[in-house]
């Protein structure tokens, strides 16, 4: 039956359990906090306090994470996930890279900066953002069919000295089939050869109109090289992320996405996750794809240790009991039994996926080989 812990829908709604109680108690039903509850009068319950429900899925066990839209009032700004995309050569990896080297301080003494495929810098304006540092089209694509949407803002880079070329125009139709507004990287303009002016009409062709040529598409001329136009790059960004009024509810049990996972010799399973929503806190317990675990301990960008983790930040995750996927979605839930349970139930049905997958593969193959 489609159920839901009393204590834990209190929880996912982030109201106190008593007053709940106390509700189910004004529609008759005479349950305590560890009872449960089916999924219609869960969601009678989630209305009255003001709530939306939106439903992951139909099947029993997806119930229990069942998500509750946030109150208009617990919504607090959070800083812009940013991806950096375009055609080969262009320059992502040595634009991220110059981003970084400008403003991720150096940690302590001798402190070698920890990678974890994403990091957060500050504007001069004091306006964080957060950079994902995984530019490839393949990850972004595989992690939006995982369900995962973790971008905000596009950074199309376009080398100056090149023009618009075939993976520029597969960046700028991912953007526009997530809806993740664009602002266009005109990079190497350092080279003597550079011709700004052609990425700008070249990309009209495309309906990029840039705000150069009256569009409404900010565009910056930058070098990784030289550090030109960084700065301003940073604040077109921070000024996108102003119209975009992105906003999460940071006191709420934590839903995050994983940005990359590994299979650590002496630390077991590792997972950087981008926190979308709530707070991660050590000790949490949750589920991830078809994984669970217990945040044993996290580590920010710099590699230092940190006990919690709010909306936009990206950690790293100690205490799991197998390697997610990138693109897996992270759900805090309250008991040990119910993260296995989530687990057991999706390794179960990919299991099943999986075998009915590979009969049609090996139908194929001895076809193919016939
Ligand atoms: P990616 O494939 O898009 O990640 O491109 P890379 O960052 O690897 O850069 C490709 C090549 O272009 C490298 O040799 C870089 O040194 C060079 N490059 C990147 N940005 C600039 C720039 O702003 N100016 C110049 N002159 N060279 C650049
Ligand atoms: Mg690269």
Redesign the pocket.
């Given at each position: 039956p489609e159920a839901i812990v009393v204590s834990e829908l209190a929880n996912r709604m982030a109201e106190r359990v008593g007053e709940v109680v106390k509700s189910l108690m004004q529609m008759g039903m005479m349950v305590t906090q560890n009872q449960t509850i089916d999924a219609d009068t869960a969601e009678l319950i989630i209305e009255e306090f003001g709530h939306k429900v939106v439903r992951v899925s139909d099947s029993d066990v997806e119930q229990v994470i069942t998500q509750v839209e946030d109150k208009a009032e617990d919504l607090k700004p959070r800083p812009p996930v940013i991806t950096i995309m375009?055609?080969?050569?262009?320059?992502?990896?040595?634009?991220l890279d110059a981003i970084r080297d400008a403003k991720v301080v150096a940690g302590e003494a001798g402190g070698i900066t920890q990678h974890i495929g994403a990091y957060q810098v500050k504007t001069e304006s004091g306006a964080p953002l957060t950079f994902l540092d995984t530019?490839g089209h393949a990850a972004f694509t595989s992690m939006r069919s995982r369900g995962a949407q973790v971008t905000d803002i596009v950074i199309l880079?376009v080398a100056a000295d090149d023009a618009v070329m075939p993976q520029t125009i597969e960046a700028i139709n991912h953007a526009k089939a997530a809806g993740v507004p664009m602002i266009v990287a005109i990079?190497?303009?350092?080279?003597p050869e550079a011709n700004p002016q052609k990425v700008r009409t070249d990309l009209l062709q495309h309906e990029v109109i840039v705000e150069e040529l009256s569009g409404d598409v900010q565009d910056v001329e930058?070098?990784?090289?030289t550090g030109k136009g960084l700065e301003e790059l940073l604040e077109a960004v921070a000024l996108q992320a102003e119209i975009l009024e992105l906003k999460s509810n940071p006191d709420r049990p934590a839903q995050g996405a994983v940005i990359e996972a590994k299979l650590d010799v002496g630390r077991g399973p590792v997972a950087t996750v981008l926190v979308q929503t709530g707070t991660l806190k050590q000790g949490d317990i949750f589920v991830v794809g078809e994984q669970w675990g217990k945040v044993r301990a996290m580590e920010n960008d710099q590699g230092n240790r940190v006990k919690e983790a709010g909306p936009s930040v990206p950690v790293e995750v100690l205490g799991l009991n197998g390697t997610p996927e990138a693109g897996d979605v992270l759900n805090v839930v309250s008991t040990e039994a119910q993260a296995r349970e989530i687990a057991d139930y999706r390794q179960e049905a990919a299991k099943e996926k999986r075998a009915a997958a590979g009969a049609a593969t090996t139908l194929e193959q001895l076809l193919a080989k016939a």
């Open positions: 375009g055609h080969v050569d262009h320059g992502k990896t040595s634009l530019p880079v990079n190497k303009c350092d080279k930058v070098s990784a090289v």
